[in-house]
């Protein structure tokens, strides 16, 4: 019989009726087969940018075992998942720079820990990833949402359950003093509003994406729901309140940076009819401005804030009616987890109560 002297085109193997099955044949059919075997092993058809490509996988556990943040399938965390948020940082070669954990549910001191180590290690075009176990967000102050939401986590900070979980890849930017966003993030509400030991998560959160080396960026990626972006609906039937501003303050300016600011409003003499849209600790707490009151008198003066509101502005350095005059509707918003027309409005109480400066 003569020897093999077909050829492979393409993907066929042409041979001819006699020829021997020899040891080149069977190498060119194994080197074929490993072609393929490669190729099936990515399951995703990049071309060119398929070159040196990496996966990066967060997995949130809520209150399971399992979790973690994966390179490759290797796991970057030095051991399982603990309370509160879980955080690794790498450069763009994929490197490990940092890695830590910090119990923002049972430790006042370890969200500003969190923000400051944020600050320090993460460089420009670094890969932030985190991803949170059991409670986390009791004492995820506003510098820590500030700093995990200028490195594209800012779905860490919307937790409005104590049992939510969150999870997010990011990268940071060249510069975060003033940014806000979310790159591949996640957060899954609890089953249960309450505390209760038997809350669990509606189902378990991921976050996943593939990098190109080459290229230093992701190629592809996703999350599961980040549908959460506001307060529970409040129990109470109470929906709407009454804001009374004496004559020398609601001016025609006022009245319309007040109706500008407050939805639905009604403009009846000097009082304005609005709905609750600020969360549970305005129900049932009348706004009513009888007098002008000084810069330096503390934020409690503003009528419909409660201890949460006042905490969060006490952390975030606006302890008085001034400095809430002056606060930006935006920052504000941030800080107090609203939306920023709901900030603008309360930035333009404090100034009615301030006066004509």
């Not at 075992?65 to 994966?70: H, R």
């Amino acid at each position: 019989m003569a020897a093999f002297t077909g050829s492979f085109t393409g993907s066929l193997l042409q041979v001819q009726p006699g020829d021997i099955i020899s040891s080149s044949l069977i190498n060119q059919m194994l080197a074929r087969l490993g072609a393929l075997e490669m190729g099936a092993g990515t399951g995703l058809a990049l071309g060119p940018l398929g070159v040196d490509v990496h996966t990066l996988v967060a997995l949130g556990t809520g209150f399971e075992a399992g979790g973690g943040i994966f390179l490759d399938g290797s796991p970057l965390l030095t051991s399982q998942v603990t309370r509160g948020v879980n955080l690794v940082i790498l450069d763009s070669t994929l490197t490990v720079k940092f890695r830590q954990a910090y119990d923002t549910f049972g430790s006042a001191s370890a969200a500003n820990d969190l923000a400051a180590d944020l600050n320090a290690q993460a460089a420009p075009q670094d890969i932030v990833i985190a991803v949170t176990h059991d409670a986390y967000a009791s004492q995820l102050n506003a510098a820590a949402r500030a700093a995990l939401a200028a490195v594209g986590g800012a779905a860490l900070g919307r937790a409005i359950r104590l049992r939510d979980n969150a999870a997010f890849i990011g990268i940071v930017p060249a510069n975060r003093g003033a940014i806000s966003y979310d790159y591949l993030s996640s957060i899954v509400p609890a089953d249960l509003e309450s505390s209760a030991a038997n809350a669990r998560l509606a189902a378990l959160l991921f976050v996943w994406g593939i990098y190109s080396l080459p290229l230093k960026r992701f190629l592809l990626g996703g999350g599961t729901s980040n549908a959460i972006t506001a307060q529970p609906t409040p129990t109470s039937t109470v929906t709407l309140h009454t804001l009374t501003l004496p004559n020398t303050v609601l001016n025609s300016a006022l009245t319309a940076t007040l109706n500008s600011t407050l939805v639905e409003s009604t403009l009846i003499g000097p009082t304005l009819i609005r709905p609750t849209r600020i969360g549970p600790s305005l129900i049932n707490q009348p706004l009513i401005i009888n007098r002008l009151v000084e810069h330096e008198e503390s934020v409690q003066v503003i009528p419909g804030l409660g201890r949460e509101e006042q905490r969060l502005l006490h952390e975030a350095g606006i302890g008085n009616v001034g400095a809430l005059a002056e606060a930006e509707p935006a920052r504000l918003a941030e800080t107090l987890n609203v939306q920023p027309v709901e900030a603008a409005g309360l930035v333009g109480i404090a100034r009615a109560l301030l006066g004509p400066r």
